[in-house]
């Protein structure tokens, strides 16, 4: 079954805090020079074909629901 991913992250001028306390974390245990930013990754899978139609169905669920679009950002891709 095609499977198209829904990439959902803070903007950028909004503040991270779980990114923040990750970023930290990986400092504290050694991993210097990292700077985490955390988001959400949904996997939608499609019955049938990936058309520009269904990708457009897409973005509109991401608009309305799976990103709150006043302090997040999305991408919508296909997975290969």
């Given amino acids: 079954m095609p499977r198209v991913i829904v990439d959902v992250m803070p903007k950028p ?4 805090p779980q990114g923040k306390a990750v970023t930290g974390a990986l400092k ?4 210097s020079g990292l700077s985490v930013r955390q988001g959400k990754r949904f996997e939608v899978e499609v019955e049938g074909e990936i ?3 269904r990708l457009a169905q897409i973005r ?5 629901l799976l990103a709150n679009t006043t302090i ?3 991408n919508v891709r296909v997975d290969k």
């Fill in 60 to 64: 509109e669920a991401a608009d309305t």
């Fill in 28 to 31: 504290r245990l050694g991993y």
């Fill in 72 to 74: 997040e950002a999305y």
């Fill in 51 to 53: 058309t520009d139609e």
């Fill in 13 to 16: 001028e909004i503040l991270d």
